[in-house]
């Protein structure tokens, strides 16, 4: 039986790579491959072994060297057949950036920082860290495959890393289309009434944790231009959560902002909205875009997000990540009540094609060239 090893520090139950994981080893488990977890923590159960691999922590740099460390010895002594890292672990034969690429986030990312915090994270010994993991690990003569959970991702690795570009294999992540389902939205009355929302808001949704990342102030900006029947539903964790509260006072939306914190009914929170927004910074692919798609959402994203090569045929909009006023007038747009409805249809019909059966079955097909030596 073949041997796969999966390595992942940590499961959050809101974090998209984790519900990935979890998902492909359900999905793998049931096709009789013999499955490994190595892991600080799961949260979640599955037909898999755990291998727990916990080093303590002591800052930033010493939670991914020491872990990266415990796990090259811990896959050496297993023998596994296939190691697919979810972090930068150098020696790993198989690699699922979900993450994208460092430099490109850091390039990115500088470019709203102040100067003395651009000045900071440049020097930072963990951003150096990272960049260095990173190299090593693409470098590496026993990395035989990437997967790349989209397009632009797999362009961003070419262009910083000297890789054969047939390592490189785009994988769309699987969305369940029965959990994530149009017919949901029998129940959004109740729950926006439950929640406080207004029955005839047009209501956007937001989900997504690290608030700075996913690039909310751009969005509370663009939608203080908008008339008051636009609001906002807000879900996920911010360690700086009181920031962006404080943001839609000042702008004065602050009773058309929702901020829901972590939820754990997702499918119900889809249905009760009328579009998903999602202006982030970077984002290799983050699954709440399949999830809105196979709610029958209209999506609105920034063309940092991997997310938006699906969009390009009419499903979504696409904007500047940092531009509010091109924001605005894509939520503007979509007060056009057909319009949603088209372009919400659409959406269903692309996810109804990213399923979990379709990625299986490209997982498994990889795995196999894995073990034929065709990689």
């Known amino acids: 039986m073949t041997r796969i090893a999966l390595i992942r520090q940590q499961y959050r139950p809101d974090g998209g790579a984790e519900r990935f994981i979890s998902r492909a080893l359900q999905a793998l488990a049931e096709r009789g491959v013999e499955l490994s977890l190595i892991t600080r923590q799961w949260l979640d159960e599955g037909h898999f072994k755990i291998y727990p691999c916990n080093p303590p922590i002591r800052n930033r740099i010493s939670r991914e060297r020491d872990f990266a460390q415990m796990a090259q010895a811990l896959c050496q002594r297993e023998r596994f057949d296939i190691v697919q890292s979810h972090e930068r672990i150098p020696g790993c034969s198989l690699y699922r950036a979900g993450d994208g690429v460092?430099?490109?986030?850091?390039?990115?990312?500088?470019?709203?920082?102040?100067?003395?915090?651009?000045?900071w994270q440049e020097l930072s010994g963990y951003h150096r860290y990272v960049l260095g993991a990173e190299k090593a690990m693409f470098s590496d003569p026993r990395l035989?495959?990437?997967?790349?959970?989209s397009a632009m991702v797999r362009q961003e690795i070419l262009d910083h890393f000297d890789i054969p570009a047939d390592k490189l294999q785009v994988i769309?992540?699987?969305?369940?289309?029965?959990?994530?389902?149009?017919r949901l939205r029998v129940g959004r009355a109740a729950l926006r009434e439950q929640l406080g929302i207004p029955q005839a808001a047009l209501l956007h949704l937001f989900v997504g944790s690290g608030f700075e990342r996913k690039n909310l102030d751009t969005l509370l900006q663009a939608l203080a231009r908008l008339p008051t029947e636009h609001q906002l539903a807000v879900v996920g964790r911010d360690s700086h959560l009181s920031r962006y509260q404080r943001q839609a006072q000042r702008l004065g939306i602050a009773h058309r902002v929702y901020f829901l914190g972590v939820r754990h009914d997702l499918p119900a929170i889809y249905a009760m909205a009328d579009s998903f927004v999602l202006p982030t910074l970077y984002d290799p692919f983050p699954n709440v875009i399949l999830e809105a798609m196979a709610s029958g959402l209209p999506i609105i994203t920034s063309e940092t997000c991997g997310g938006a090569e699906l969009l390009r045929s009419g499903a979504g909009l696409i904007a500047a990540a940092r531009d509010d006023e091109q924001l605005q007038w894509?939520?503007?747009?979509?007060?056009?009540?057909?319009?949603?409805?088209r372009m919400g249809e659409l959406a269903r019909s692309l996810a109804e094609g990213?399923?979990?059966?379709?990625?299986?079955?490209?997982m498994l097909a990889l795995y196999h060239h894995l073990l034929q030596g065709r990689l």
């Open 172 to 182: 769309y992540s699987g969305v369940d289309g029965n959990s994530f389902h149009p």
């Open 354 to 362: 990213l399923n979990y059966e379709q990625m299986t079955t490209q």
């Open 144 to 149: 035989r495959a990437v997967i790349c959970n």
């Open 330 to 341: 894509h939520l503007q747009s979509l007060t056009d009540d057909q319009r949603r409805q």
């Open 102 to 119: 460092h430099r490109r986030w850091l390039d990115l990312r500088r470019q709203i920082l102040p100067p003395a915090a651009r000045w």
